[in-house]
């Protein structure tokens, strides 16, 4: 009968967060060892957490559809489970609603225990979410910055000291508590920027009545820039907020950037926001809205605005700034009838995703077609052959034999650009995504080192990809590190399309469907197989002039098909 | 629930008022929680009633009689007469100071106090008995409780100290007159710091140990000294003998013991005192109750917030584990406190110092040299002998040393053992080197007052950096 904890397991590499999409169980539930209990979505794909005991379910500490980083306790067990508590527990705090606010669901907890003695339930209470481990080795940092720690749930012994000698300083634990190591209960970036752009919407509606329509229609910095002032000239605006983490699921509740909360108190000379603090702007936001927007048209010229902004530049508000359209289109839909879906999992990543690409990649397409007669010839003798040894040969992996040879003498289109190194990363490995229609949504599973492999090979590896990318079994990591995709649009239909690229790679192609279209052959008009194709190139890696000697090579090696046994 | 009884309810019972016990129901009652503190006998527990202050109260007593009598190299001439009874009067006075304090500190801090032994009765249920025949019973409800009952001194086979000439250290301390001879059984810091206390106020002191030697927790340089002085004082070791039993004589007692050899010794004593440590209490509170039980040393186990396997019972102090340390216990008293109170605290002290009260003093904390290579640092180790210090020698103290170990990569200090006088004073500043994770840099740097024992810290830690004034840098 011991209370344990359960911190979300590590979802893959490189993976902070996830969302919890569903809960296979409810408190007081018993479980057993891997049996499921929960659903959770990470960059585009599902991953179901199995529990690690035997026992019963004490306490779920998220809700459906919230983000939770990795390492943060989703649940808590009670091993070697006592039925009559765990069931007494049920009916008194265990309904979902409960659970939103830790603080709320510790009382309750503690309540419920006060009146039956005898179950130990208040461990809930007591062991609270955030609650920061002791590294059992020696730590170097002074008892008021691990105090700080501890405060913050910041696991002190995670923190790289900038001190003599590698000590750890009050600063170290804050910058790491505002970074990498998001403390639990802290709502991540995701859902931040969310906060950030609903905060932008409201100015945005009434500076669009003014002076701003062009502007905002422009989506340009300036513009967003100016619509942060907004927000700005009516709430605090900070870099970094000191808060509990209690406080910052709160916030997170409640949909307030803590950022931009009036703090109250002061804690080692930062402004430091209670629970009271963020309540009291939540309260206010409803007609704080009007206020705000006064506040705008107060701030007569941009030149204002921008300069009250200037500093910011973190990553949730560079994030805001990467959806201006939202922001502009968004301005009188609070009120609009109609049904409303939460826009959440593989549709916001889709969607954040597009938008920080479009937004950050200035894209150039390109549109072709080429005579397949000789591709469907040899596709359909090759299937043939394939067939008898169960394999289905499509077009799809000439496509990518084409491609990855074409990129072995265009690098640049097998690229990133590392912004912040200032440097082009001409890719070492052809790492083909092959863009693949879910129920869920657009995901893109990756051929890895594919210009290795036959055609027989890619056939099977991109069936079972998209096989598994529908039934959402694929894992996260089986759809990182693409270094350009194909996307297939002839299977639906249609001729041409804009792509956009799927960043930070350089450049996207997209193939139309095979079909008889008038061509000429020797001054005559004939019907002949043809393709049709698109692409999409990151115009800061790739000129114009470039992606069309790409796409002639291509379409050689695919006019052509017999030539990809040169390569 | 007993018909009759009247039931209390408190969100924080704290159970023994000692050094763990009051500490943590003060700070639990400033942080708003309804504190009520049970204890059976003595505010203060065992450290302010009949361990560290009554002892140190008789070591400064014999210490000044002792240094009286034998300061003729500096001109003095003294025979000091000591009178017992007025000695215990004296420490009386100190220690009913002390805990009359603790008992005000708790009320007035709105802390509730009980006097009588509890009981648990389920996880959220305590039932008090109040002392005595008839005195009854009383329950109390609580939300969070601390077990802070603290330990008793060991008892051997054949040794009880029920019978008069056996001595625990506690009967030792409430002595009405100085014995002539008497035999100690432990040669551990408890044995040592008594031996030597009564070896001052002129007992001859016969001192029995089943190892084979003194202070069996420190580094052989460390307890040399101090075994050295002892020695010289006149107390009569007997290394590697195990105490077997003991009869009465006409004019004392005959203590048997046994080497592992089979070799049999008898010593004689007007009494014998049994220093062979001490031992959680944990029998008092019927845990089982609340489905605890404690550890195979006896100990209730806790986690780093000071809670047991039951999530609102904490324990703290000597119940709760070594180093079994006065200090330790409030430091563990506080964390428990405000864990209950929500805050977030933990214990994640780097390091507990420790002192041994004999002629010289020990004082340590951290990591020895030794420790520190087993940790995995590459340790780097600077010292200053006292015969180098001139506030050293001018009081005539000139054996021991200060030394301090670090990391030889980030130079972040590790720990220190000091031997010599006022040890248990200087370590406070190594102790908050090593809490505070600062580099030999920071010692070295932070200016000493002259003349000063302290200030061979300082000059230690230059030591350790190779460029030490004072000292030729090793």
């Known amino acids: 009968m011991v209370e344990r904890t359960?911190?979300?397991?590590?979802?893959?590499?490189?993976?902070?967060?996830?969302?919890?999409?569903?809960?296979?169980?409810?408190?007081?539930?018993?479980?057993?060892?891997?049996?499921?209990?929960?659903?959770?979505?990470?960059d585009k794909a599902l991953v179901e957490i199995p529990s690690?005991?035997?026992?019963?379910?004490?306490?779920?500490?998220?809700d459906e559809g919230e983000i939770v980083p990795v390492d943060a306790v989703i649940a808590t067990f009670e091993v070697e489970g006592d039925e009559e508590a765990a069931t007494e527990r049920d009916s008194s705090s265990s309904s979902a609603d409960a659970e939103g606010s830790p603080g709320e669901t510790a009382a309750d907890a503690a309540d419920t225990d006060a009146a039956a003695a005898g179950t130990p339930a208040d461990a809930a209470a007591d062991a609270s979410p955030g609650e920061s481990p002791v590294p059992s080795g020696r730590v170097f940092a002074s008892p008021s910055t691990r105090a700080l720690a501890r405060e913050l749930g910041v696991d002190i012994g995670a923190v790289e000291g900038s001190g003599p000698g590698g000590r750890v300083a009050g600063a170290d634990v804050r910058a790491h508590a505002q970074g990498a190591g998001t403390p639990a209960g802290e709502e991540p970036a995701a859902g931040a920027a969310t906060a950030s752009a609903a905060a932008a919407e409201t100015a945005a509606t009434t500076t669009a009545d003014s002076e701003a329509v062009a502007a905002v229609g422009n989506g340009t910095a300036e513009a967003v820039e100016q619509r942060e002032s907004g927000v700005?000239?009516?709430a605090a605006e900070r870099d970094r907020t000191l808060a509990m983490p209690a406080t910052r699921q709160l916030a997170a509740d409640l949909g307030v950037d803590l950022n931009a909360v009036p703090a109250s108190e002061e804690r080692e000379g930062e402004p430091f926001v209670t629970p009271d603090d963020v309540r009291a702007f939540a309260a206010e936001g409803s007609d704080g809205a009007s206020g705000v927007a006064s506040g705008v048209a107060g701030a007569t010229t941009t030149e204002e605005a921008k300069s009250a902004t200037e500093p910011v530049t973190t990553a949730d508000e560079r994030s805001a700034a990467e959806t201006p359209g939202e922001g502009a289109a968004a301005g009188d839909l609070a009120d609009r009838p109609g049904e409303r879906v939460p826009y959440r999992g593989v549709r916001r990543t889709i969607g954040e995703q597009m938008a920080e690409s479009k937004y950050t990649a200035p894209h150039v397409s390109h549109h072709d077609e080429f005579d397949a007669t000789e591709l469907v010839e040899l596709q359909e003798e090759l299937a043939a052959v394939a067939e008898t040894e169960g394999v289905k040969l499509t077009y799809l992996p000439f496509v990518v034999k084409a491609i990855t040879t074409a990129l072995a003498e265009f690098p640049y289109l097998n690229a990133s650009l590392d912004e912040s190194a200032g440097e082009i990363v001409l890719h070492d490995e052809y790492n083909v995504g092959i863009a693949v229609a879910t129920d869920a949504g657009l995901m893109v599973p990756v051929v890895k080192n594919a210009d290795e492999k036959g055609l027989k090979q890619l056939a099977e590896e991109i069936r079972d990809l998209a096989e598994r990318a529908r039934n959402r079994q694929i894992k996260p990591e089986e759809m990182q590190g693409g270094t350009f995709t194909i996307t297939n649009i002839g299977v639906i239909g249609g001729e041409f399309s804009s792509p956009i690229i799927n960043h930070p790679e350089a450049a996207i192609f997209a193939m139309g469907p095979i079909k008889k279209r008038p061509w000429v052959v020797d001054d005559e008009v004939v019907a002949r197989n043809t393709m049709r194709f698109s692409m999409s190139v990151d115009h800061r890696l790739v000129d114009g002039a470039d992606a069309a000697r790409f796409s002639n090579r291509v379409k050689e090696l695919l006019a052509e098909p017999s030539r990809l046994l040169l390569e | 629930m007993v018909m009759g009884d009247i039931a209390t309810a408190t969100d924080l019972l704290v159970i023994g008022a000692g050094p763990g016990g009051y500490v943590a129901a003060i700070r639990g009652a400033q942080l708003g929680l309804d504190t009520t503190l049970v204890e059976k006998d003595a505010y203060g527990g065992a450290c302010l009633n009949r361990g560290c202050i009554p002892s140190k109260a008789f070591i400064h007593g014999a210490d000044v009689a002792h240094e009286a009598g034998n300061a003729e190299e500096m001109g003095i001439h003294a025979d000091p007469a000591i009178d017992m009874l007025q000695m215990q009067e004296w420490k009386s006075d100190v220690v009913d100071?002390?805990?009359?304090?603790?008992?005000?500190?708790?009320?007035?801090?709105?802390?509730?106090?009980?006097?009588?032994?509890a009981a648990f009765e389920d996880e959220h249920t305590a039932?008090?008995?109040?002392?005595?025949?008839?005195?009854?019973?009383?329950?109390?409800?609580?939300e969070h409780a601390v077990i802070a009952t603290g330990s008793r001194p060991i008892q051997i086979p054949g040794f009880d100290f029920a019978d008069d000439p056996v001595l625990s250290s506690s009967q030792l301390l409430q002595m009405e007159s100085v014995p002539d001879r008497l035999v100690v059984v432990g040669a551990g810091y408890i044995g040592m710091e008594l031996s030597t206390m009564l070896t001052k106020l002129g007992t001859e002191v016969t001192v029995v140990e089943m190892l084979d030697d003194v202070l069996p927790a420190y580094e052989a340089d460390v307890k040399r000294i101090v075994r050295k002085r002892a020695e010289e004082l006149g107390i009569d070791f007997h290394f590697g003998e195990g105490a077997t039993g003991w009869e009465e004589t006409a004019d004392g007692v005959l203590v048997s013991t046994e080497t592992e050899a089979g070799d049999v010794s008898q010593y004689e004593g007007d009494a014998v005192l049994v220093a062979v440590g001490r031992q959680p209490v944990t029998d008092t509170m019927e845990l089982d109750a609340i489905g605890l039980?404690?550890?195979?040393?006896?100990?209730?186990?806790?986690?780093?917030?000071?809670?047991t396997d039951v999530e609102n019972v904490f324990a703290v102090g000597d119940v709760a584990g070594e180093p079994m340390l006065a200090h330790k216990a409030s430091a563990e008293g506080i964390v428990a406190a405000e864990v209950a109170a929500g805050e977030p605290a933990a214990l994640d002290q780097q390091a507990i110092p420790a002192a041994v009260f004999t002629d010289p003093e020990i004082a340590t904390v951290g990591l020895t040299e030794d420790d520190a290579a087993d940790a995995g640092f590459d340790p780097v180790v600077g010292e200053m002998p006292l015969r180098a210090s001139g506030r050293a020698l001018s009081m005539g103290e000139s054996d021991g040393f200060v030394r301090i170990v670090a990391d030889e990569a980030s130079e972040i200090v590790l720990g220190g053992q000091i031997v010599g006088p006022n040890a248990s004073e200087i370590v406070a500043e190594v102790a908050l080197a090593v809490e505070m994770s600062a580099t030999l840099e920071d010692v070295a740097g932070t200016v000493h007052t002259h003349p000063t024992l302290a200030e061979a810290v300082m000059e230690a830690a230059e030591n350790a950096q190779g460029q030490a004034i004072h000292t030729l840098n090793r």
């Open chain 2, 127 to 142: 039932r008090i008995a109040h002392g005595g025949e008839g005195q009854g019973m009383e329950t109390v409800e609580f």
């Open chain 1, 52 to 62: 690690p005991y035997d026992g019963s379910v004490t306490r779920l500490h998220h």
């Open chain 2, 293 to 307: 039980e404690p550890n195979d040393a006896g100990f209730i186990e806790t986690d780093d917030r000071a809670r």
């Open chain 2, 97 to 117: 100071q002390l805990t009359s304090g603790v008992e005000k500190l708790c009320k007035a801090n709105g802390v509730s106090l009980l006097e009588g032994t």
């Open chain 1, 6 to 42: 359960f911190e979300l397991p590590d979802l893959g590499e490189g993976i902070a967060e996830g969302e919890l999409v569903s809960w296979l169980v409810a408190a007081g539930d018993t479980v057993e060892e891997d049996q499921v209990i929960a659903e959770v979505e990470t």
């Open chain 1, 232 to 234: 700005g000239a009516a």
